[in-house]
Nanobody, 122 residues
């Protein structure tokens, strides 16, 4: 069974850091592009990042450039979203998705997880 599970969300103060991990099972992340998306109440779903299957290419949304980055660990079959200098606008339910190549919309992905909540608030 192909599955993605997100973890690492929580409550953090503005300016803080969090690491979200996307753990894959039933397939290997070195064969799939992994995208991160977020959904905030009252807002449209937003693409945050996408790393290619090889890990050589990383795309970040303008809103997170300079603050977020992504790492891929093929041995652990995980992709981690490293978030720093968090802002209240980063609050949302974060999902990871997998498909063969990066695409801008979450509904273009073949598999995705249940999401992990990130709340940035003082």
């Amino acid at each position: 069974q192909l599955q993605l599970v997100e973890s690492g969300g929580g409550l953090v103060q503005p300016g803080g850091r969090l690491r979200l991990t996307c753990t894959a099972s039933g397939f290997t992340v070195d064969r799939y592009a992994i995208g991160w998306f977020r959904q905030a109440p009252g807002k449209e779903r937003e693409g945050v990042s996408c790393v290619s299957s090889s890990g050589d290419d990383l795309t970040l949304a303008d809103s997170v450039k300079g603050r977020f980055t992504v790492s891929k660990d093929n041995a652990k079959n995980t992709v981690t979203l490293h978030m720093s200098r968090l802002k209240p606008d980063d609050t949302g339910l974060y999902f990871c998705g997998a498909r063969n190549v990066c695409r801008p919309r979450m509904d273009e992905y073949d598999y995705w997880g249940q999401g992990t909540q990130v709340t940035v608030s003082s």
